[in-house]
């Protein structure tokens, strides 16, 4: 048995009381260009990001007013703003998007990442999109030294219900809100 088989074998043990799962590697493909490519949005990003951060409105049956999604865009752009874009690009046309906010924890010295909005183009799901994208906020909060990732998602969003549960634990939390 090799030392990585042990610890693999080892880890659910030695994490499973806190519910920490090793996240689920990308499923590997014959073509290195069949993978998706993640980045930060930049400047010129605006009129490709628009459709899917449409297209994300569209599936919750919501809309945001124009005024608070150039609010948003700006503030991706502002290194001083805790909210951050990223976007997943396959064969060279953008199909993801997700949109995260670092924010600080009474629980935790360090912050916590909430993954807000995560989107794919229908064209481009079941392709390792969405899986690709959480992954990119799982680097992007190590690298912040932030304690802990979440989200939430609908109860009735079955196909990413799947992936979430493949790549995090499920707190059993219920969210309450009151619209201000």
Same mark, same amino acid.
């Given at each position: 048995?090799?030392? $990585? ?16 799962? =090793?996240? !689920? ?5 014959? $073509? ?6 993640? *980045? =930060?949005?930049?400047t010129?990003?605006?009129?490709a ?12 049956q919501?809309?945001?007013? /124009? *005024?608070?999604t !150039?609010?948003?865009?700006?503030r991706?752009?502002?290194?001083? /703003? ?5 976007l ?6 953008? #199909? ?11 629980w ?5 990442m ?6 794919? $183009? =229908? ?5 390792? &999109?969405?899986?690709?994208?959480? /992954?990119y &906020? ?10 802990? #990732?979440?989200?939430?998602?609908h ?5 990413a219900? !799947?992936?979430?549960?493949? #790549? $995090? ?12």
């Amino acid at each position: 048995m090799t030392t $990585a088989t042990v610890a693999r074998k080892s880890f659910p043990s030695r994490f499973s009381r806190l519910g920490v799962r =090793p996240a !689920a590697k990308i499923r590997p493909t014959t $073509a290195l260009s069949l993978l998706p490519h993640r *980045r =930060p949005v930049r400047t010129d990003d605006f009129n490709a990001w628009l459709p899917l951060w449409q297209g994300y409105q569209h599936f919750y049956q919501t809309q945001i007013s /124009e *005024r608070t999604t !150039a609010t948003t865009w700006q503030r991706f752009l502002d290194p001083s /703003e805790p909210v951050h874009a990223a976007l997943a690009e396959l064969d060279g046309a953008i #199909v993801g998007i997700v949109h995260f906010i670092e924010h600080r924890s009474t629980w935790t010295e360090g912050n916590y990442m909430y993954l807000q909005d995560l989107f794919t $183009a =229908p064209e481009a799901r079941r392709k390792n &999109v969405a899986r690709t994208l959480i /992954e990119y &906020v799982y680097a992007q909060s190590h690298e912040r030294g932030c304690a802990r #990732v979440y989200w939430l998602t609908h109860e009735t969003n079955a196909d990413a219900r !799947a992936l979430y549960d493949d #790549v $995090a634990m499920r707190s059993g939390f219920i969210q309450y809100r009151k619209m201000l």
